[in-house]
């Protein structure tokens, strides 16, 4: 198992960036909201399957023939560099904002869930690890 970096975290509890409410908590509760999965990542690189799969049929038809030539650019690359403002933007304004494929192609853009503990680059965080930080000068 890594070590865990105990400055990081003594930061982390005694900064409290996100205002979690750290100084509140006890080692235990500090230690689970580490480790709760709940800070959204945006995908980087999507394939273009997935993108694919997002449009549907009926969304796809209704696109003018400029909007599907472009469409077909973007997704014949095999991914799409989803950091890139002009990549996601014009994927989302090709579909009417009340269409599936539209909220589809937003819901693409986050690829889950991770915990506080692994944005910072650390390891699943234990009670113990937090007593250790907070006992640090």
Request: net charge negative.
């Amino acid at each position: 198992m890594p070590d865990v970096d105990l400055l990081v975290l003594k930061t982390e509890l005694t900064t409290d960036p996100l205002l979690r409410g750290y100084a509140a908590m006890t080692n235990a509760q500090a230690a689970t909201s580490l480790n709760t999965a709940n800070r959204l990542v945006e995908r980087s690189i999507v394939s273009a399957a997935l993108v694919d799969g997002a449009v549907t049929l009926a969304d796809w038809t209704a696109l003018n023939t400029a909007n599907k030539q472009l469409y077909q650019t973007m997704i014949s690359g095999g991914e799409i560099d989803m950091r890139s403002a002009n990549n996601r933007s014009k994927l989302i304004a090709m579909f009417g904002a009340a269409t599936t494929s539209r909220a589809n192609l937003i819901a693409l853009q986050n690829e889950s869930n991770i915990t506080r503990a692994a944005e910072l680059g650390l390891p699943f965080i234990g009670e113990h690890h937090v007593a250790e930080a907070r006992a640090l000068p």
